[in-house]
């Protein structure tokens, strides 16, 4: 895929920072002396963890360049790696291991998150929150839309760009062995937004990337259209134009 876009992408940063608030509070820690921010994308989430663990070391992670370079501006005193964190190799001296709606992205995530929980010191945790949103409308119609026309050859493998998230209890019997405790828990949060403008808007730098980078220009503009179209049906605006988007995410916290 190509490059993320920071600015597009904290368009909607109250929205995205909402979960990570939601873990953040849940962690069972403290006074963590070092803290990864795993995929920190532009350092919004990092944020977050350097002004709750203000002693701690915190680094972030991520392999896009354009977000590194957009959260090194921002938090100088924050260190940012390049890396890929479903090869990361981990950091036995971590005592937080933090991931807000990144391990979607990681081939085989379920394999990677026990190889970084039995990384971990003892007390260290595991916290990630990831979309579960797959059966939205916002992404359903994704689909949809990319086998309904001439792009169909080009995006026949755009869905499965992003994991699926598995149930509750497959992420329960892989790490509870592993660990001292485990919280699992689901929220759905329900966006309001202007239109469904809107959601083409929030979700054109996440979800739908990979049915639009694989079009030429104009290619993704029809894409846009005929996706649009579909989101008018299935979230009708209100008396002022607005929409409610509904967003499932998952939420895990492992301390060893």
């Known amino acids: 895929m190509e490059d993320?876009?920071?600015e597009d992408y904290l368009r909607f940063n109250d929205e995205r920072l909402r979960p990570a608030r939601d873990l953040l509070a849940r962690i069972p820690l403290k006074g963590p002396e070092l803290v990864y921010d795993l995929g920190c994308g532009p350092g919004n989430s990092t944020a977050l963890l350097h002004e709750a663990y203000p002693k701690a070391t915190?680094?972030?992670?991520?392999?896009?360049?354009?977000?590194?370079?957009?959260?090194?501006?921002?938090l100088p005193q924050v260190q940012f790696l390049e890396a890929d964190i479903g090869s990361w190799p981990g950091d036995p001296n971590a005592d937080l291991l933090f991931a807000n709606a990144s391990f979607q992205?990681?081939?085989?995530?379920?394999?990677?998150?026990l190889r970084l929980l039995k990384g971990l010191r003892a007390g260290g945790v595991l916290a990630l929150q990831m979309p579960d949103n797959l059966n939205e409308h916002s992404h359903r119609l994704m689909r949809?839309?990319?086998?309904?026309?001439?792009?169909?050859s080009l995006l026949r493998n755009a869905a499965g760009s992003r994991e699926v998230i598995?149930?509750?209890?497959?992420?329960?019997?892989?790490?509870?062995?592993?660990?001292?405790?485990?919280d699992i828990w689901h929220t759905a949060y329900n966006h309001v937004l202007d239109g469904v403008q809107g959601i083409?808007?929030?979700?054109?730098?996440?979800?739908?990337?990979?049915?639009?980078?694989?079009?030429?220009?104009a290619m993704r503009?029809?894409?846009?259209?005929?996706?649009?179209?579909?989101?008018?049906?299935?979230?009708?605006?209100?008396?002022?134009?607005?929409?409610?988007?509904?967003f499932p995410r998952f939420f895990l916290v492992a301390q060893v």
Do not use: Q
């Open 200 to 217: 083409v808007d929030f979700v054109s730098t996440t979800g739908l990337r990979p049915y639009l980078d694989p079009l030429d220009r």
């Open 105 to 113: 992205w990681v081939p085989g995530h379920a394999s990677v998150l």
């Open 144 to 152: 949809e839309t990319a086998l309904a026309g001439p792009w169909a």
């Open 58 to 74: 915190v680094v972030g992670l991520d392999t896009s360049t354009a977000m590194l370079a957009k959260a090194r501006r921002d």
């Open 166 to 182: 598995g149930a509750p209890n497959e992420y329960y019997n892989l790490l509870k062995p592993h660990c001292r405790s485990l």
């Open 4 to 6: 993320w876009r920071p």
């Open 221 to 246: 503009g029809r894409f846009i259209d005929a996706y649009r179209a579909g989101l008018a049906k299935a979230y009708p605006a209100d008396s002022g134009g607005k929409v409610l988007m509904r």
